[in-house]
């Protein structure tokens, strides 16, 4: 079992729904949660993170944490084009120094 | 923009050659970690270094290795390149106090290519 999953897409959304991400983690202890954007050629940019149960939202991005369940998501809402990327969740244990990446989820935004 | 700045951009090196990549991190910081990215594969943790000093590592062998300075920039050392290590290497800067959680903001990648 990997430690970060995610599936690898691509997910095709028209633009103006709503785009739903998905991932679990294998550590229970696993204490910080991080969603990253990586446009192809690009470097990672951090646009959520997540450290208690529940919803937060930041403009049109949503990051739900079920630690019960080992489960985190981006809902992107509004979808643009120009969010087509690859979506990268990433998840660190409490007092840890290693953060763990999924293999990311390729978003397709169609216009 | 983060902050974060890497040098150089591109590298194309032969095997068994070693090589050095550096990282400026975002001001204000104090840790610099690094990650090496193949294609098609989320970062993978190489380690991290806490004023100077080295705070964690991952499942990379010793011709791993790095530096942090007192300017918390940082150098990532390879030697005896192998094909396998064609990738993505990125610098991520983050500001750690205390215990707690920590965000971390990347650079912008050195390409390394092992011919």
């Known amino acids: 079992q990997k430690e970060v999953e995610q599936n690898s897409g691509p997910l095709s959304v028209p633009e103006g729904a709503i785009a739903s991400l998905n991932c679990t983690y294998s550590?229970?202890?696993?204490?910080?949660f991080f969603w990253y954007r990586q446009y192809s050629g690009k470097s990672p940019e951090l646009i959520m993170f997540?450290?208690?149960?529940g919803d937060k939202e930041d403009g049109r991005f949503t990051a739900q944490l079920n630690k019960a369940s080992q489960y985190v998501s981006l809902l992107i809402r509004d979808s643009q084009p120009s969010d087509s990327a690859t979506y990268l969740c990433?998840?660190?244990?409490?007092?840890?120094?290693?953060?763990?990446f999924g293999a990311g989820t390729r978003l397709f935004v169609k216009a | 923009e983060t902050g974060v700045t890497q040098s150089p951009t591109h590298l194309i090196k032969t095997r068994g050659q070693q090589v050095t990549l550096r990282c400026s991190s975002q001001?204000?910081?104090?840790?610099v970690s690094w990650y090496q990215q193949a294609l098609g594969q989320g970062p993978q943790f190489i380690f991290q270094?806490?004023?100077?000093?080295?705070?964690g590592r991952g499942n990379f062998p010793p011709r791993f290795s790095g530096l942090q300075f007192p300017n918390y920039s940082s150098e990532l050392n390879v030697n005896a390149l192998e094909l396998d290590d064609s990738a993505l290497y990125l610098c991520?800067?983050?500001?750690?106090?205390?215990?707690?959680?920590?965000?971390?903001?990347f650079g912008p990648g050195t390409r390394l290519t092992v011919t």
């Open positions: 270094y806490y004023r100077e000093e080295e705070n």
């Open positions: 550590d229970r202890g696993s204490q910080s």
């Open positions: 990433a998840v660190r244990p409490a007092g840890g120094f290693k953060t763990i």
């Open positions: 991520a800067s983050s500001l750690i106090q205390l215990a707690g959680s920590y965000e971390q903001y």
């Open positions: 001001s204000g910081h104090n840790t």
């Open positions: 997540i450290y208690s149960n």
